[in-house]
């Protein structure tokens, strides 16, 4: 107090001033540094869950695009349409290919991954089946190739849909639980900032009221010591 009082007028006013500066201060850093957080949460949400639900979704429409073609196939006996429902084969088999690297580079846990293992072997089966269903169809026995495709290809394909499904359920309970963590989050930040911004108003005030009553004191002991030596008191000293 004594070290307060020794200050010069303008000193305790610049003191009251920095004073609200810092709280200013302490609050930018608190709200950029939960608002970068924030941010980053949702860029978070974005690519490691709802871009990968869209690129499964993706991958299914691509699944029942292939049915089509395969049925094309079988119902084919012209070789320009054969070879022309091929290539469309091929082409869906590169964007499935295309599709499966980008997702493995945005799985975040084991069970994610073991799901997409699981896809990728049921994959690889119905590419052999399938194989065989289109050997057939090409020798034009189209029966046996309709056997093989009821019979082998579509409990498979129902694997891989299955697969698909489970890997999409995976990321919407992930996106969840990320947003649910996101608003836990702005409810810290909202509560922490109303803290810095009471408890640094408060800290301002108690300051201010501290200030006000040393400055005050000064004025009143001048003005004291300036009545006594109105009055002829000669030793009158103020502070």
Known sequence: MKKLDNLKTVHKLIVIAAIFLAGQVVGTIFSTWGLSELIQRTEKL???????????????????????????????????????????????????????????????????????????????????????????????????????????????????MEDLQALIKENEQQAQENFQGSQVLTEKLTGGLIAIVVLMSLLGMVTAWVVATRITKNV???????????????????G
């Open 46 to 160: 974005c690519r490691v869950n709802l871009l990968p639900v869209k690129e499964l979704g993706e991958l299914k429409a691509i699944n029942y695009r292939m049915v089509v073609e395969i049925a094309f196939h079988i119902q084919a006996y012209e070789s320009a349409t054969v070879t022309k429902v091929e290539k469309e084969i091929a082409a869906i088999d590169q964007k499935v290919d295309d599709l499966s690297s980008q997702y493995v580079s945005i799985i975040v846990n084991d069970r994610e991954r073991k799901m997409f293992e699981q896809y990728t072997e049921n994959l690889r089966k119905f590419r052999e089946v399938r194989e065989k269903v289109l050997k057939l169809s090409r020798l034009y026995s189209k029966d046996g190739a309709t056997e093989v495709r009821m019979k082998e290809l579509v409990p498979v394909r129902q694997a891989m």
């Open 220 to 238: 009143t002991d001048v003005l004291g010591a300036a009545k006594k030596l109105a009055d002829g008191d000669l030793t009158a000293r103020s």
